[in-house]
């Protein structure tokens, strides 16, 4: 009995470890790249976090970052609540798909999947967007000029990441210990 309560208390404890690490890189990605990065798309650093935490926890925990990746970002930035939480989520349940038939151990596949999740999340940004508000660039345009320079940002940035989410999640970095 002790021991079930031990893990929910350490899968807790490790979801607010991620919240904080998103709320880092929120704050990352809102002031400082984008103050560097004037007039060149800024990397969703967020979307790249979910999906490799989604490759290393699987579907059903990985549902519940891109649920709360998506929701601090609306918080923070979004134009309205659920626009960035139905998006990451949606990325998280099929980034989970993925990482069921990908090895977790090899760095193409989550490499991979990052790029085509960018084109996903961009997709249903955009389709929301234009639902509520109307959108005056193209879809093309925005999927050349947005979309496809976006990915291979983010394919090339998950070179870099993915390697620092998988080391802590082999030294147990989420999962801090209660005895």
């Known amino acids: 009995m ?3 309560y031990l893990n929910n208390k350490s899968h807790v404890v490790s979801y607010l470890i991620v919240a ?7 704050v990352l990605q809102g002031s400082f790249l984008s103050f560097f990065l004037v007039g060149v798309t800024v990397p969703d650093l967020l979307l790249i976090a979910v999906i490799c935490l989604v490759f290393l926890w699987g579907e059903n925990r990985g549902l519940i970052v891109g649920l709360m990746a998506g929701l601090l970002q609306d918080l923070f930035f979004g134009p309205a609540l659920g626009f960035f939480t139905l998006s990451k989520m949606l990325v998280a349940i099929l ?3 993925a990482s069921r038939e990908i090895y977790r151990d090899q ?3 989550p490499m991979i999947t990052v790029f085509f999740a960018t084109f996903l999340h961009e997709i249903i940004v955009f389709a929301l967007s234009d639902f509520f508000w109307g959108i005056e660039t193209g879809f093309y345009y925005s999927l050349e ?6 990915a291979i940002y983010h394919f090339i940035l998950t070179l870099f990441l ?3 989410f998988y080391r802590a999640e082999q030294k147990q970095f989420f ?3 209660f005895k």
């Open 145 to 150: 000029k947005l979309f496809l320079p976006k």
């Open 175 to 177: 999962y801090p210990s």
């Open 107 to 109: 760095i193409i596949g």
């Open 95 to 97: 980034a989970g798909a």
């Open 20 to 26: 904080f690490i998103f709320m880092l890189i929120i």
């Open 2 to 4: 002790e021991g079930a």
């Open 162 to 164: 993915y390697p620092l």
